[in-house]
């Protein structure tokens, strides 16, 4: 599918729809600046203007790999984004915006654009998942991210860590070898610790940047699905995991155990999608069936 489709958020009339050039794997608002951000299957990030009428597209941001799904981290500005390669990148949003960066882009718009993704990136990322990545969810009073993938496993990654790791430099022509690097010995060393455009602390002042709060490495892995996982979301009221997949079961987590709290039956079909509302005592699971499941959070029945 290539058309965005925008409707009023009070009365969810339909709007208008926005044809992108490539096919839409994720869409997500990013509020600091008011804008669209559409990731597509030719590489790219299209920003778009919330704040007109004809939603003007504000940006084009090339990626080293396909980006499938996304969430914005408001408090840390950031954009995380991971797909086919497996590799979860966590973009500098504020960066992405800077004039000069697409000037300098724009003055070398005939030659062959190797983008310098490090100069967009958190220190620390990308981080590898070993497989295709399906979803990503904050778990913002915990400060986490959690990711999920075809490996059949939920990952946690830490986001107050203040080590001060160089980031990782990969070679965008190799397009396949993104997935499963794993080590600094498959990688090549990036930009050095304090450098002007990457991720670090500023060399100015005090002045630490956002980049220093990305963990290096997962702090704990969920298993317990037998296949791919396909969908998380996360409760913040009562702080549990819930994830679907191609499993036919619901998994509870407790974020800071490694075992399922429970496992839920109820769908005849893989499952397709979850959510936690806000304010309500319940989650909702679908399949791919059309079935539709509403669950008591406090004892899952």
């Known amino acids: ?112 654009q190797e983008m310098e993704y490090q100069n967009f990136t958190c220190e620390n990322t990308p981080w590898f998942l070993g497989s295709i990545a399906s979803c990503i969810v904050d778990l913002e009073n915990i400060e986490q991210i959690a990711t999920g993938a075809y490996t059949m496993r939920i990952e946690l990654w830490e986001l107050r860590n203040d080590s001060n790791q160089e980031l990782p430099a990969i070679d965008l022509e190799e397009r396949g070898s993104l997935a499963g690097k794993t080590n600094a010995s498959q990688v090549s060393k990036g930009k050095k610790k304090g450098s002007s455009t990457g991720g670090g602390k500023s060399n100015k002042g005090n002045t630490v940047d956002i980049g220093d709060d990305v963990a290096k490495e ?66 909702i699971t679908c399949d791919t069936k059309g079935m539709i499941n509403v669950w008591n959070i406090k004892d899952y029945s």
């Open 218 to 283: 997962a702090t704990k892995k969920l298993v317990g699905h037998k296949r791919a996982i396909r969908e998380i979301a996360y409760s913040s009221d009562y702080k549990i995991l819930v994830s679907v997949g191609f499993d036919f079961q619901v998994f509870v987590w407790n974020p800071y155990w490694e075992n399922y709290i429970i496992k839920l039956d109820g769908h005849e079909s893989p499952l397709v999608g979850v959510n936690c509302p806000k304010g309500l005592e319940c989650f």
């Open 1 to 112: 599918m290539k058309n965005m489709r925008i409707y009023n958020g009070s009365t969810l009339a339909h709007e208008m729809d926005k044809t992108c050039p490539g096919v839409i794997l994720a869409i997500e608002y990013i509020p600091d600046k008011n804008a669209i951000c559409v990731s597509l299957s030719d590489r790219t990030f299209l920003f778009y203007d919330a704040g007109t009428a004809t939603y003007k597209q504000l940006r084009k941001f090339n990626l080293p790999c396909t980006q499938k799904c996304l969430c914005y981290v408001q408090r840390k500005r950031a954009l995380f984004s991971a797909g086919t390669e497996g590799a979860t990148f966590a973009w500098l949003i504020d960066k992405i915006f800077k004039n000069e960066y697409f000037e300098d882009l724009n003055d070398k718009a005939n030659e062959k």
